[in-house]
């Protein structure tokens, strides 16, 4: 089995460190503390990183919101642009 370089590529970068600014905010997936108050949640990825290939992004993205989706009563859609619910972006500080 052959790793796809452009796989490898995401997996240093996820490895590689970061800004330092936390991942995690103070919000629960559980109904009585959700931060919406809906189920149906939206997505936009406002930009990419420029080393990796955006469908690739796109693949990771999904398949990380469709393991929350299994697991929550939430459902995520990716909507173009930045009124979404989520916005991600991704920055490389020099």
Not at 35 to 64: F, G
Not at 71 to 84: N, R
Request: net charge negative.
């Amino acid at each position: 089995h052959k790793t796809d370089p452009q796989d490898e590529q995401m997996l240093a970068k996820l490895h590689h460190p970061r800004c330092g600014i936390t991942d995690v905010a103070n919000c629960s997936v559980s109904p009585e503390n959700s931060k919406w108050n809906k189920h149906n949640l939206t997505y936009s990825i406002i930009n990419y990183p420029k080393e990796v290939n955006p469908a690739i992004v796109n693949d990771i993205i999904h398949e990380a919101v469709s393991i929350w989706s299994n697991v929550t009563p939430l459902i995520f859609h990716q909507v173009k642009g930045q009124d979404a619910d989520i916005k991600l972006s991704f920055w490389e500080l020099g």
